[in-house]
């Protein structure tokens, strides 16, 4: 069974504090993404990777960092979280850009205090 | 640009079809249908692919408009199991990543 596992569901930060969501995927894939989901605005992406160490930014990076150091990892570091940094985080990953199916993980929901 | 999604939200009983457009300002060469219960993950439905071509479930299907600017999501003999949110991924070209709409909330009422 394919799996994208994120290692928290649910995380409580303090404004200021450093980051770390992690993401991990058995499915050998090249693209790997960061999408950050609040209501009524659908996903909306961070960062994605199309190789290791290689990173592009999405629609809203600013405040966001990424890392994958190991094809199967990627992880989204917020270098000084603020509350409007509260939301559900999403991770995913494809084979394929735009022409195969994303597997997404259970999501982490982040809520900075 | 974010695609739009219509209807925002839909109550249907048991048995009924349903319909869910995605619209964007522009030719489109992919979308990606997804269904996200509540507390979980989004789970993939189909990709409609500009030359019409379709990967997916076979109880569910989707069709462009003529200027390929719209896609409908189809869904016939409603189940209770359909209920959640559906997503729609858009892509102009086969080189850039997804931009989703901002869902469309499915309800079927037994």
């Known amino acids: 069974d394919v799996k994208v596992t994120q290692s928290s569901r649910y995380l409580v930060k303090r404004t200021g504090e450093k980051v770390f969501l992690e993401c991990v995927q058995d499915m050998d894939h090249e693209n790997m993404f960061w999408y950050r989901q609040d209501p009524g605005l659908g996903l909306r992406l961070i960062y994605f990777s199309y190789d290791v160490k290689m990173k592009e930014k999405g629609d809203i990076p600013e405040g966001y960092s990424v890392s994958r150091e190991k094809k199967e990892r990627f992880s989204l570091i917020l270098e000084s979280a603020s509350t409007n940094q509260t939301s559900m985080y999403l991770c995913a990953s494809s084979l394929g850009l735009t022409n195969t199916e994303a597997f997404f993980g259970q999501g982490t929901r982040l809520t900075v205090v | 640009q974010q695609p739009v999604q219509s209807p925002q939200a839909v109550i249907l009983r048991e048995g009924e079809d349903a319909v869910i457009n995605c619209s964007s300002s522009k030719a489109l060469y992919s979308v990606h249908w997804y269904r996200q219960k509540h507390g979980e993950a989004p789970v993939f439905l189909m990709i409609l692919l500009k030359g019409g071509e379709q990967k997916g479930h076979d109880k569910i299907s989707a069709s462009f408009n003529e200027k390929k600017q719209q896609s409908s999501l189809y869904l016939t003999a409603s189940q209770l199991s359909y209920s959640g949110t559906y997503f729609c991924?858009?892509?102009?070209?086969?080189?850039?990543?997804?931009?989703w709409g901002a869902g469309t909330k499915l309800i079927i009422k037994p």
């Open positions: 991924g858009t892509a102009m070209d086969s080189n850039y990543q997804l931009i």
